[in-house]
């Protein structure tokens, strides 16, 4: 499935959402309508599909939120109609992730995994703590730099366990199933070998980033540890299951927005002229607004 993006509002200001369609161009939601699986070719004359039996093989979506070497922290809507990206605001202004020496922005293309969502109300084993009420993050490392919006296809390789300001906030580490390296790697360990400093990296961009806000280094489960992609592929499986809860009303949603197209047991599902009211609700796309300077301050810390 190919999808379509369609920008409402002004770039670099509170009113720019990024909106999905079909390539149909029906409109849908990132994160209630996108797959978790994704399909591959032999895969389209089959009827839907749970996780396989080689489950650490399956291939999943990847809704981009954030580029990599961009600052914006955009993010999917969870609280507004449809899930388009958004820019994050916190205090009435729009919130930019610091460049911490020697990093320029995010270091790898920053997003979600679609038909999944970490609960709030469901503590982990292992660490103790809750879930964030967004879906689960991921870290794209191959090559391409992709832009906002993009669904791609991607291969777990591992997950990080981090816990910010005491909620568990799960980072899985991925490849773009298309990557000229996707077949050399095929766990964490492969990134290790191949890929000095990249793992050590990340722990140190996701230990570090909120330090510039005045806020405290985050902490991480497994002693800052890397757990391999079938223990990966568990944790996905685990939040799957908690949004299939969400969406089917048999959880409490936390303020998270339901509304889907193509989610049949849901009482939140809703028509395709009821998607299309929503969008056309929002301003249409204009010219952006200048970035503040700042945004390209070096921090050392």
Known sequence: MHYQIEERGHPNSPDYRIYFKTSEGKYISPFHDIPLIAETEQDKDLPAKRLKKNESEVLFNMV?????????????????????????????????????????????????????????????????????????????????????????????????????????????????????????????????????????????????????????????????QFKDKDFAVEIIKSTHEHWRALVQQQKNSGGIECKNVSCCESPFKCSTDEALDVVQSSPAFGSAHPMSPEVGKWHFV
């Open 64 to 224: 981009v939120e954030v580029p990599r070497w961009s600052n914006a922290k955009m993010e999917i809507a969870t609280k507004e109609p449809l899930n388009p990206i958004k820019q994050d605001v916190k205090k009435g202004k729009l919130r930019y992730v610091a460049n911490i020496f020697p990093h320029k922005g995010y270091i790898w293309n920053y997003g979600a995994i679609p038909q999944t969502w970490e609960d709030p109300n469901h503590t982990d084993e292992e660490t103790k703590c809750c879930g964030d009420n967004d879906p689960i993050d991921v870290c794209d490392i191959g090559t391409q730099v992709c832009f906002p919006g993009q669904v791609i296809v991607v291969k777990v390789l591992g997950i990080l366990a981090m816990i910010d300001e005491g909620e568990m906030d799960w980072k899985v580490i991925a490849i773009n199933a298309d990557d000229p390296d996707a077949k050399n790697l095929n766990s964490i360990e492969d990134v290790r070998k191949s890929r000095p400093g990249h793992l050590e990296a990340t722990v140190d961009w996701f230990r570090k980033y909120k330090v510039p806000d005045g806020k405290p280094e985050n902490q991480f489960g497994f002693n800052g």
